[in-house]
């Protein structure tokens, strides 16, 4: 199992990033993906799940409701997370799991005021 994130960055508040999370060695379009996300001196915190079929969710954090979208390309085994009106407090590191399979190494948003 491989997952690897990148698109992440350091943006003024009320910027936008798009994080994606490369994945392979399983099969990526029945596998739940979440994204998760650790602040510093934090434990790792739920961010948002994506069910394999339409219909079901996507759902979200409530701290993040209504800024973050989760998507999937099943073609390109790739999920997608498009953060909108950053917030200093969306400051982490964000990771991607793939359902009790694994995680990525992470990559570092860091917003700014």
């Known amino acids: 199992v491989q997952l690897v994130e990148s698109g992440g960055g350091l943006v003024h508040a009320g910027g936008s990033l798009r994080l994606s999370c490369a994945a392979s060695?399983?099969?990526?379009?029945?596998?739940?993906m979440r994204w998760y996300r650790q602040a510093p001196d934090k434990g790792r915190e739920y961010v948002a799940i994506?069910?394999?079929?339409?219909?079901?969710?996507?759902y979200y954090a409530d701290s993040v409701e209504g800024r973050f979208t989760i998507s999937r390309d099943n073609d390109k085994q790739t999920v997608y997370l498009q953060m909108n009106n950053l917030k200093p407090e969306d400051t982490a590191v964000y990771y991607c799991?793939?359902?009790?399979?694994?995680w990525g190494q992470g990559t570092q948003v860091t917003v700014s005021y």
């Open positions: 799991n793939a359902d009790g399979l694994g």
């Open positions: 060695g399983f099969t990526f379009s029945s596998t739940v």
């Open positions: 994506i069910n394999p079929s339409a219909g079901n969710g996507p």
